[in-house]
């Protein structure tokens, strides 16, 4: 059953992840860099040393590092996929601001106390400088170890010959002692990051058995650059073989007309990883065959079942498409119906010998299902005289992102319970079905948006019109749901119900609480009203007799990467940045000593 640390740890690591780089536009990197560089340096320079060779040390730094970025982006890191030019610049940036800050302090105190105070700052600056950038290059960059060193050390160490070529020649300390600086350091910084990341590497080793440095750089590279082949590399050698149950609800025409489709796997755990975009690829890929509107709401799960790969997402897509190729039979259906509980909301229609039921917590939180209920309420379902049960998580209400989903379980199975009793004692009449899809352009994922747009199928039975919506989104804003149901019922729908996919394709994304916004959050309502309820209308209009049946099969040796598995996973980011915080003071403390201690010997 889902486990709520495993949510916990899993919201902890995309909002990490998610909130790791903010980089500026090329553009704007270029401006930072005049800014601090060839602006800052330059008058931070001319207030110790008035001249023109100060303005012309700022130049030829500004020029030095633009350059060197550009030949190192172009040639020693050619394809690396995270290092193009901007995020190089970046890098810079981000260094001169150190530098800038220690060329300041030098400038102040050899102001008050002389001492060569500036130049020696100055060496400083460019230590932390090699410091960081040798960091950031070994715990991100997929190039050879020489070629990560090379891309760290030539920018600063030609910057740094530059202000020793430009210091006023009537100063002085020994050019000797400067230029053996210059050579130790960047020895003195590779040690220091070495022990460092090995602390890191080790942590990852000893507590769960899993490579820290090479899953961060997987992660970072997925983050930066979208790039999900090596993370998924790492998680299919540490998942784990199982079967996939799948239950297919089609509906027919003289055509195909829509289809229900609920393999058990739930759609993560981030980003473009694993299953997160299985809702709107088994959506598209359905769609593109039998060209017929597909819905892919939450099944009865939670993270225990995250598929390791975009090929076992393909694998399960492939089963699906080809057993999806039969005709239909049945041609009834009963009303919709509701039941309430305490807080539960279950819903129940009939399709032929198929029980179609639904789950709500709304407006309080309703998240991640455990299987238990599931089980429950397909055995109750049968013991009713049906043959199969089709179980959703209509997953849209998001209040509190700690609830426990187990303490209304009870709630939950009563409320479906009365929902069959209730669905199975009304007769069965003759099926109608109308379906459409819409794909917003207005919402991005970032806005909470999936892929897969907004599905509408319209079911009437007798004389009542029912209207089922799924957004491809992680979970809704609580109220919202009861905003779109009333919206829709306006519109001459006896019944509606509003799911959401519980895709994770939107999760990471922004910086947020959460790492990612549910749906309506930072959408207008309004907009997303009107959006709705076209769908609806369109689904509406092409109404036409049906016939209905239900498959389930399974998926064997599908690779997924299990609870347990993907909770280290996720702890482990948070342990990491634990120790990090613990170990990068003693280490770098110590770094920093030996070089100003260098320092004295001019």
């Known amino acids: 059953m889902p486990n709520n640390s495993t949510n916990h740890s899993i919201d902890n690591a995309k909002k990490h992840y998610s909130s790791l780089f903010t980089l500026p536009s090329l553009k704007k990197a270029l401006i930072y860099l005049v800014a601090v560089i060839a602006i800052g340096v330059s008058l931070t320079t001319y207030a110790v040393y008035p001249g023109i060779n100060s ?114 020649i009537n100063t002085t300390a020994p050019t000797l002692q400067l230029t053996l600086y210059i050579l130790l350091a960047p020895v003195i910084s590779f040690a220091a990051v070495t022990v460092f990341l090995h602390t890191i590497d080790r942590l990852g080793k000893t507590t769960y058995n899993l490579p820290a440095m090479k899953l961060f750089k997987a992660f970072l590279l997925n983050w930066v650059t979208d790039a999900n082949e090596a993370l998924e590399r790492h998680l299919e050698e540490m998942g784990e073989d199982t079967t996939i149950d799948v239950s297919l609800l089609k509906f027919d025409t003289s055509k195909p007309k829509a289809a229900v489709i609920m393999p058990l796997v739930h759609p993560g755990p981030f980003k473009n990883i694993g299953s997160s975009l299985l809702p709107s690829l088994m959506k598209q890929s359905y769609e593109k065959r039998y060209n017929c509107a597909a819905f892919t709401p939450l099944g009865i799960l939670g993270h225990e079942l995250d598929l390791a790969s975009q090929a076992q997402n393909h694998k399960i897509i492939t089963e699906v498409t080809n057993r999806a190729d039969f005709r239909s039979s049945q041609s009834t259906a009963s009303p919709f119906t509701r039941a309430i509980s305490g807080c539960a909301i279950a819903g129940c229609q009939i399709f032929g010998d198929t029980a179609f039921v639904s789950f709500s917590l709304a407006p309080q939180t309703t998240e991640d299902l455990p299987q238990e209920l599931g089980c429950m309420v397909t055995e109750e379902a049968k013991r009713l005289g049906l043959k199969h049960a089709v179980l959703v998580n209509a997953h849209n209400s998001l209040d509190n992102d700690s609830a426990d989903m187990n303490e209304h379980l009870e709630e939950l199975k ?28 207005v919402y991005s994922q970032k806005q909470g948006m999936g892929t897969g747009g907004i599905t509408a199928m319209a079911v009437e039975v007798g004389s009542q019109k029912m209207i089922y919506v799924v957004i491809d989104g992680n979970n809704m804003i609580p109220g919202l749901r009861e905003k779109l149901m009333t919206s829709l019922t306006a519109l001459g729908f006896s019944e509606a119900d509003v799911f959401t996919t519980d895709t994770h394709a939107v999760s990471g994304l922004t910086t947020g609480k959460r790492g990612y916004h549910p749906v309506g959050e930072v959408m207008d ?40 598995r993907l909770t280290s996973v996720t702890v482990l980011v948070d342990k990491a940045i634990t120790q990090a915080k613990k170990t990068a003071p003693v280490i770098f403390g110590a770094e920093g000593l030996l070089l100003i201690l260098l320092l004295l010997l001019f």
């Open 55 to 168: 303005i012309l040390l700022g130049i030829s730094l500004f020029i030095l590092t633009v350059a060197t970025d550009f030949i190192v982006s172009k040639t020693v890191l050619k394809n690396d996929g995270m290092f193009n030019l901007r995020r190089t610049l970046s890098m810079s940036f981000y260094c001169w601001l150190i530098w800038l800050a220690l060329l300041i302090l030098g400038a102040i105190l050899e102001s008050l106390l002389g001492l060569n105070l500036w130049i020696k700052l100055a060496m400083l600056g460019y230590a932390a400088v090699v410091t960081l950038r040798i960091m950031v290059l070994a715990s991100t960059s997929y190039h050879s170890q020489p070629r990560q060193l090379a891309s760290a050390l030539l920018q600063p160490i030609l910057c740094s010959v530059a202000i020793a070529v430009f210091w006023p």
């Open 414 to 441: 009563n409320a479906a319970f009365e929902a069959l009793k209730k669905a199975t004692s009304l007769p069965l009449q003759q099926l109608k079905v109308g379906s459409a899809t819409t794909y917003p352009h």
């Open 525 to 564: 309502h309004e907009v997303l009203i009107s959006l709705i309820s076209e769908v609806a209308k369109q689904a509406a209009s092409n109404v036409e007799a049906a016939t209905v049946d239900c498959i389930q099969f399974v998926v064997p040796q599908v690779r997924v990467i299990g609870e347990e």
